[in-house]
């Protein structure tokens, strides 16, 4: 059970570094209000996440990278698998 909590909270904060530095998506969460001062509307990281239960082609191998939940599924299963290895290399 931990392991989809750390897997989410890892998830949460390389997914959101990620599509920021992106240089092709970039001002999603830290961005220019219309007065010129720059906010941090983590609102739009959140729609940005919700995205693929609105829009089928967050699904498509061509948009995996800014799919949230491509993200949370694979370190979910780096983790796993790295427990794992650690369980096996202790057994031995």
């Known amino acids: 059970m931990?392991?989809?909590l750390y897997s989410f909270i890892t998830s949460f904060f390389l997914f959101g570094a990620y599509v920021e530095l992106n240089p092709l998506m970039t001002?999603?969460?830290w961005r220019y209000d219309s007065e010129g001062i720059k906010q941090i509307r983590i609102y739009n990281l959140f729609a940005l996440m919700a995205a693929p239960f609105q829009y089928t082609f967050y699904?498509?191998?061509t948009t995996w990278d800014i799919n949230f939940f491509i993200w949370w599924i694979s370190i979910y299963l780096s983790f796993?698998?790295?427990q794992n290895n650690n369980l096996k290399n202790i057994n031995n």
């Open 2 to 4: 931990l392991n989809i």
């Open 59 to 61: 699904w498509y191998p």
């Open 80 to 82: 796993y698998l790295a």
């Open 27 to 29: 001002n999603i969460w």
